[in-house]
């Protein structure tokens, strides 16, 4: 062998590891699976054995007081903490006190809810990081876009909202009832 293919061998040699890791429960052969939460390494033995670990190992934070907080709700200190959506502000006097410190600010997008005309439309942030616009007088009204609203009317059906949306040809304005979906000239 060259002492490229030494070089080449050593970097990649981690890869060959996991490839014939063995299960630390039953000494069976452990592979990549899917289930609909994604990929995950389980043991070939399956249903014998139960053996998963998550693919990529994500580092544990330890939880961190924040000294000189209050909990709303008890009086505790509040800690910084890690959950299955990411970092949150929690009472670190859980389970006792379940108070979690709101991490989402809600952004007024200035334009009036079209279906209650009581409300206004609020960009918010769902736990995919995916950005979206709903009344704030959610759960009575329950309107919601997924593309920036705008201030107007549509040419066709008379809907009192439209959509800004990013297209292969520019930016463009659509009809925000789903039954219309009217572009704007």
Known sequence: ????????????????????EVCPECGGNVIIKHGKSGAF???SSYPNCQYTRPIVEHERVEEKLLIGS????????????QGRYGMFIGCSNFPECHHIEG???????GVACPKCTK????????????????????PKCKFVVNNTPVEGVCQQCDFPLLLKRQMAAGEKLQCAQKKCGYFQK
């Open 119 to 138: 409300g206004k439309l609020t960009e918010r942030t769902n736990r995919y990081g995916k950005t979206f616009y709903s009344c704030d007088q959610y």
């Open 41 to 43: 390494l389980g043991c």
């Open 103 to 109: 991490t989402h600010h809600h952004e007024d997008a």
């Open 70 to 81: 209050e909990c709303p709700e008890c009086g505790s200190e509040l800690s910084v903490k």
């Open 1 to 20: 062998m060259s002492k490229a293919d030494d070089k080449l061998f050593s970097q990649h040699e981690h890869a060959l590891e996991k490839a014939n």
